[in-house]
């Protein structure tokens, strides 16, 4: 078995030749569909990955309008709650203390 064809009761044998010969042809066929099968995305999938990207987009969008929304209102509480503070405080200094009026 030396050489990959041997003699075998006076017949050629090409048994591990063709194997090989097989073991490639099946690996190629494998390959070939698999690249057919697995290049990309299909349609469908591309359909939905767009569908998914325009919705995840639109709520982005809405997302951005309620925080700029949120921070107009954040500033103007903020001011109300500073007014509030300097109210308070002028208040509190020009009424007279508890002790200071007890008897």
């Keep these: 078995m030396a050489d990959a064809v041997s003699t075998l009761g006076g017949r050629a044998s090409c048994r591990p030749r063709s194997r090989s010969v097989v073991a490639r042809l099946v ?3 494998t390959a070939a569909a698999m690249s057919q099968t697995a290049c990309g995305y299909s349609e469908e999938e591309m359909a939905a ?3 998914e990207i325009t919705r995840l987009r639109a709520a ?3 997302t951005r309008e309620q925080l700029a929304q949120d ?3 954040f ?3 903020s001011l109300r709650i500073d007014d509030l503070r300097d109210e308070v405080g002028r208040l ?3 009424q007279p203390t508890a002790r200071a009026r007890a008897p």
């Design 71 to 73: 921070e107009v209102t």
């Design 60 to 62: 982005l969008a809405t």
């Design 92 to 94: 509190a200094s020009s």
């Design 49 to 51: 990955k767009d569908r």
């Design 27 to 29: 690996a190629f066929a």
């Design 75 to 77: 500033e103007a509480t």
